[in-house]
């Protein structure tokens, strides 16, 4: 008798509600094996690759390519034992697996999901699985009763489409029969639309905001409009630490490292965050603290094909100069990739944005979510600049620092760029700090 299990999107870290599926490895009829790659997501953070928790043949995938999908809703179906009997959870060596449900929660890649309601999974006392009646299995769809009426039956995935385009279920049909997507996209678009084609000539085009767009967008309006955003600027003459930066690449220590001028930035902030630690520090509303940091999680932004990402180099402020060069060309590395994973995206306590990359000499960074402060490093230009009374030619760049205003007064923010400004216009301080 075969057993089919309903595999729920697992929540892959950091308590994310939602991913887009990518793309899947597996289709319906195939064998796969425990811990085989069945499907790429892609999360506000991240694009993630899910093992399969167990051995058996594909049953059916239960979402399309593009499609956003919440944690908890079911992906695809695993005939686990597609020629043997029923099996309990004892017999699969107990415990709960990944996507099965434990004390109310689904277990996921990384701790625990959310919290799964009754309405959500009608397994039988003392088995994991769920057995479809043939010839198909199908994922559950979900009656409600909510405030106004019966709530008609609809998978996950049908009930996220229609919240999505504003479609009320109770007005596409009577109690007992299910809507499909087909049924909400019909009453979301009356008129058959077809999806607009771009051409050679046309003056516009739309791209659906999603992921890593819509994720970055969030965070950066909830930071503008919640942060009291100060930012100063600074202007140096770096002409000493491009020189330093010319002498150790020739060092044996350094010369199979990229050493580039952001390195030099991340080990400026590492120390002098020791001397303004409030830079470090972070706003807690609900607490009604000020949290300090006795470590620098220094984030790294990067412009990648998904969008702009910020991976960060945890425990920064413990690296020698070349472990931190390793680690920020590691991580750049796998940004553009695509690969980082949601650990390395969390749990950041400054950040630094290299906008000299593409040219641009200053700006105005908007300071990321759970931290509070952000220090932009612009484009290194051979400029004029009064030396000894003399006009000659030197290697000058810009700081920018925006601050939490909450966390950081004036003179804290002044006195950090200040620190950093001095270690880069003359690495050989560093001895002092």
């Known amino acids: 008798m075969p057993n089919y299990v309903h595999f729920p999107l697992p929540d892959v870290g950091e308590g994310l509600v939602e991913a887009e599926i990518l793309t899947w490895h597996v289709q319906p009829g195939q064998e796969v094996q425990v811990n085989q790659i069945f499907v790429e997501i892609e999360t506000s953070k991240a694009a993630v690759e899910l093992p399969a928790p167990y051995a058996g043949v594909v049953k059916e995938l239960l979402a399309e390519p593009g499609q956003t999908v919440e944690v908890g809703s079911p992906i695809i179906v695993f005939d686990i034992d597609p020629n043997g009997p029923e099996q309990s959870s004892s017999d699969n060596g107990g415990g709960a697996k990944i996507g099965e449900e434990s004390g109310g929660r689904i277990q996921s890649l990384v701790g625990y999901g959310p919290k799964t309601g009754a309405s959500k999974r009608r397994a039988r006392k003392g088995t994991t699985v769920v057995e479809a009646p043939p010839p198909a299995p199908e994922p559950e769809p979900e ?90 600027f600074m202007t140096i003459d770096v002409t000493p630490m491009m020189e330093l930066r010319a002498k150790l690449k020739t060092h044996p220590q350094f010369r199979d490292v990229k050493l580039t001028p952001l390195v030099f930035a991340a080990k400026a902030v590492c120390l002098a965050a020791r001397r303004t630690p409030d ?95 952000i220090l932009a490093l612009g484009t290194i230009r051979d400029m004029p600049w009064v030396v000894d009374g003399q006009v000659v030619p030197r290697k000058i760049c810009q700081l920018s620092l925006s601050f939490d205003h909450r966390v950081v007064d004036g003179q804290q923010g002044s006195e950090f760029l200040a620190d950093v400004g001095a270690l880069l216009a003359d690495p050989s301080i560093a001895i002092t700090y």
């Open 143 to 232: 009656p409600a009763v909510v405030a106004g009426g019966y709530v008609p039956l609809a998978k996950p995935p049908v009930r996220k489409l229609a919240k999505d385009l504003g479609v009320d279920l109770r007005s596409l049909a009577t109690e007992g029969q299910v809507i499909t997507r087909d049924d909400v996209q019909r009453a979301a678009a009356p008129e058959p639309v077809s999806a607009p084609v771009v051409t050679a000539g046309e003056r516009e085009r739309r791209v659906q905001v999603r992921g890593v767009r819509k994720a970055t967008a969030k965070a950066m309006v909830d930071s503008a409009f919640t942060a009291p955003h100060v930012t100063e």
């Open 279 to 373: 830079i470090n520090a972070v706003w807690d509303e609900a607490a009604g603290e000020i949290v300090y940091k006795s470590y620098v999680h220094l984030g790294i932004a990067a412009a990648t094909p998904r969008g702009l990402v910020v991976p960060k180099v945890h425990d920064a402020d413990a690296m020698s100069l070349r472990e931190l060069a390793e680690a920020i060309e590691a991580l750049t590395l796998k940004a553009r990739d695509g690969k980082t994973t949601p650990a390395e995206m969390a749990n950041g306590t400054f950040t630094i944005t290299n906008i000299g990359v593409f040219g641009v000499d200053t700006g105005t960074p908007i300071i990321n979510p759970g931290e509070s402060a």
